[in-house]
């Protein structure tokens, strides 16, 4: 879920920031997605088989918990449409300029909305086919990147400024912040002892994907050309040529990208679905699936008019937008927890 909208455009805006030393923004970023889970977990296992739509009222109230659970609705149905809007933006404006945006938004939302009513095990399995799959691809990549790397362009170290990074890890934290999303699955986890453990475990290696990423971009191009590329990781696969056989390898960031953008989308559908659900009191969040989708496709659709729209939002204003849901109320509710004593210890 994290690692896909990361290797997308994140590097760009990071490298912006804080040019060689981006890789240490990331390594802050993931600092404060560990202290964001340990809060979503512990609020989620004081209230056992309840999801966040659930144990909201019973820590706010009725009314003022089913309020911000609505909120909750929209930040997921916002993160999907995002998403959509994010893949299809890179296909179109790298790949397909003349096919209209609309056919690739309607595609993408009908592919993750049909995993989601598949369920989260369906969504769950279409991930362990996938992930081995993409991290598989993006090591080779920048294996085969070697020959084109220099280890000047990551010199000096620490050089940037304290500033800078603390500027350029707030958009990465906000992605790592995705993990607010433990706080519906952690209920249908078959191993609830070790959610910790697993949680750590899996944002580690997300922090290696990313660095993978990072690193090897910054290798090739240096973070003043890093910092200039809309899409630095499909950029830096172009320069790739093996003895003028191995080349014109665009096809693999693509498959990483669609593939765990369909997942991201659909477990973010899944979520507003499922949220929905237990909102209004229904017994299936299925009947929900296709009215979410449509408005998922609106938004994706009419919210930002141009991709440089979009890099504007995710870098400008999302990421403060995203961390007060994230983080913000979370550490809030948990407070109100601890003063309340209500849940399990």
């Known amino acids: 879920m994290i690692y896909a909208t990361l290797i997308l455009f994140i590097p760009q805006n990071t490298v912006a920031h804080a040019k060689q030393d981006a890789w240490l923004s990331f390594l802050i970023a993931f600092a404060g997605g560990v202290l964001i889970s340990l809060v979503v977990i512990n609020l989620s296992l004081r209230f056992p088989g309840k999801t966040l739509f659930e144990y909201l009222p019973l820590i706010l109230g009725r009314w003022p918990g089913k309020i911000i659970g609505f909120f909750y609705v929209w930040l997921f149905i916002h993160f999907c449409a995002l998403v959509d809007r994010e893949y299809c933006s890179t296909i179109v404006a790298a790949f397909m300029p003349e096919t209209p945006l609309v056919v690739f938004l309607i595609h993408g939302t009908t592919m993750s909305a049909y995993i989601t009513y598949c369920g989260l095990e369906v969504l769950a399995r279409i991930n362990q086919l996938f992930l081995p799959l993409n991290a598989g691809l993006l090591t080779i990549l920048f294996a085969l990147a070697t020959p084109e790397m220099k280890v000047a362009n990551i010199l000096p170290v620490f050089d940037t400024g304290l500033l800078p990074l603390v500027k350029s890890t707030i958009t990465p934290l906000s992605w790592f912040g995705e993990i607010i999303t433990l706080a519906v699955i952690v209920p249908y986890l078959a191993e609830q002892k070790n959610v910790y453990r697993l949680t750590i475990k899996a944002l580690f290696f997300v922090l290696v994907l990313i660095e993978i990423a990072t690193v090897g971009v ?56 499922l949220g929905s659900s237990q909102l209004l009191g229904l017994k299936d969040y299925r009947p929900l699936i296709l009215p979410l989708a449509v408005i998922v496709t609106s938004l994706s659709y009419l919210l930002h008019p141009s991709i440089i729209d979009l890099l504007n939002f995710l870098t400008q204003t999302f990421p403060f937008y995203a961390l007060t849901f994230e983080f913000g109320i979370p550490f809030l509710l948990l407070i109100i927890v601890l003063i309340k004593g209500s849940g399990k210890k």
């Open 218 to 273: 910054l290798l090739v191009f240096g973070p003043t050309l890093t910092s200039s590329y809309f899409f630095p990781v499909l950029s830096g696969t172009k320069m790739i040529n093996i003895a003028n056989f191995i080349e014109r390898l665009e096809i693999i960031p693509i498959v990483i990208w669609i593939t765990s953008g369909t997942v991201k989308g659909a477990l973010f559908l899944w979520a507003a679905a």
